[in-house]
Nanobody, 133 residues
Framework: QVQLVESGGGSVQAGGSLRLSCAAS????????????MGWFRQAPGKEREGVAR???????VYAESAEGRFTISRDNAKNTLYLQMNSLKPEDTAMYYC???????????????????????WGQGTQVTVSS
């Protein structure tokens, strides 16, 4: 069973930076972490979970408009780890951040489908990010 564990959250002031990590394990039986696109999502209190960014197996990326230019998603397949570098943080970035694995290998998603929760079948427990003004 695939497990995803996020880390790196915390409390920062507006304008600060954080780097989130997501360690993946359980890719066995000939399956590989590198075969699956990965995404970062976030959920603020009282709001729906929303997509932040996605990195495909060819390292191509897509971002939510709110993250474009400030956040960078990346992956290290040798370490089975996903990252999210967040710069110029704003109070509205405050949320629980989750990583997720695509439910199909070697897939690209176009348009807004990349941020649909239904396209991901493994989720971490989340790491809290709090940005104060």
């Amino acid at each position: 069973q695939v497990q995803l564990v996020e880390s790196g959250g915390g409390s920062v002031q507006a304008g600060g930076s954080l780097r989130l990590s997501c360690a993946a394990s359980g890719y066995t039986g000939g399956y590989s972490f590198s075969w699956y696109a990965m995404g970062w999502f976030r959920q603020a209190p009282g709001k729906e979970r929303e997509g932040v960014a996605r990195v495909n197996t060819d390292d191509s990326t897509v971002y939510a408009e709110s993250a474009e230019g400030r956040f960078t998603i990346s992956r290290d397949n040798a370490k089975n780890t996903l990252y999210l570098q967040m710069n110029s943080l704003k109070p509205e970035d405050t949320a629980m951040y989750y990583c997720a694995a695509d439910n199909r290998p070697f897939r690209r998603l176009y348009g807004s489908s990349w941020s649909s929760l239904d396209e991901y079948n493994f989720w971490g427990q989340g790491t809290q990010v709090t940005v104060s003004s």
